[in-house]
């Protein structure tokens, strides 16, 4: 139950992050500069979501109450586990967007110039 809770938060936080990064990335055309503003500018929902759900399980994870010593583990288990989701989601995630992207669009755009050259009349540096 833990687990789907965090994968659950981890997995709408990652996809708000991606999302935005995509749209940047239609504006700049530049893969780094997109998940670096998708991080900065996400990182304030991304950030409250996973508070709401930590500031949720600390009674559970504090295990006051008859039973509680009972669910206390579990608490505790999802509070870290939406901590590293967290730094994963506003450090990893833009990163690997970034990687992916920006290797994809990189042979598209040099060889997009050296076609515009051509047609321009232009030599390329390669020949």
């Not at 996400?42 to 399980?57: E, H, K, N, Q, S």
């Not at 870290?80 to 755009?109: E, N, W």
Request: net charge neutral.
């Amino acid at each position: 139950m833990g687990s789907i809770m965090c994968m659950g938060v981890a997995t709408a936080n990652s996809i708000l992050v991606v999302s935005f990064a995509k749209e940047r990335l239609a504006h700049h055309h530049d893969a780094l500069h997109a998940a670096i503003e998708s991080g900065y500018t996400r990182f304030r929902p991304v950030l409250m979501t996973a508070l709401a759900m930590i500031i949720g399980m600390v009674p559970m994870a504090l295990g006051m109450g008859e039973g509680g010593e009972q669910n206390a583990p579990l608490g505790r288990a999802v509070i870290g586990g939406l901590l590293v989701a967290t730094v994963a989601t506003l450090f990893f995630v833009p990163s690997v967007f970034s990687l992916l992207h920006g290797m994809r669009k990189r042979p598209d755009a040099e060889m997009g110039h050296e076609l515009s050259l051509e047609l321009l009349g232009g030599k390329s540096n390669d020949n």
